[in-house]
């Protein structure tokens, strides 16, 4: 069984930052590509970053300068650091891993972003 469990979300105003935090834990086998999605409601999930297993990463194109994703491979956590946050990055974050073929979840974090 694996669990991804994400921190780290809450409410900012325009220009603030955040950063979101996501732990795998359970059985876990080697180092896995990572990544955050986000759903905005009325919207369908959609990628935000990833990180490969060796670190290249991909972000899209509505947060690049402004997001960072990083990981830490010991301790099988991936981070999400979010400046310049706009009311249009308002959704919950969800902390997604790959790994044998599968597709892993977390629970979502909200992140809310006021004007």
């Known amino acids: 069984q694996v669990q991804l469990v994400e921190s780290g979300g809450g409410a900012v105003q325009t220009g603030g930052s955040l950063r979101l935090s996501c732990a795998a834990s359970g059985r876990i086998f080697g180092i896995n590509p990572m990544g955050w999605y986000r759903q905005a409601p009325g919207k369908q999930r959609g990628l935000v970053a990833i990180?490969?297993?060796?670190?290249?990463?991909n972000y899209a194109d509505s947060v690049k300068g402004r997001f960072t994703i990083s990981r830490d491979n010991a301790k099988n956590t991936v981070h999400l650091q979010m400046n310049s946050l706009q009311p249009e990055d308002t959704a919950v974050y969800y902390c997604?891993?790959?790994?044998?073929?599968?597709?892993?979840w977390g629970q979502g974090t909200q992140v809310t972003v006021s004007s």
């Open positions: 990180t490969s297993s060796g670190g290249i990463t």
């Open positions: 997604n891993m790959n790994m044998q073929a599968r597709t892993y």
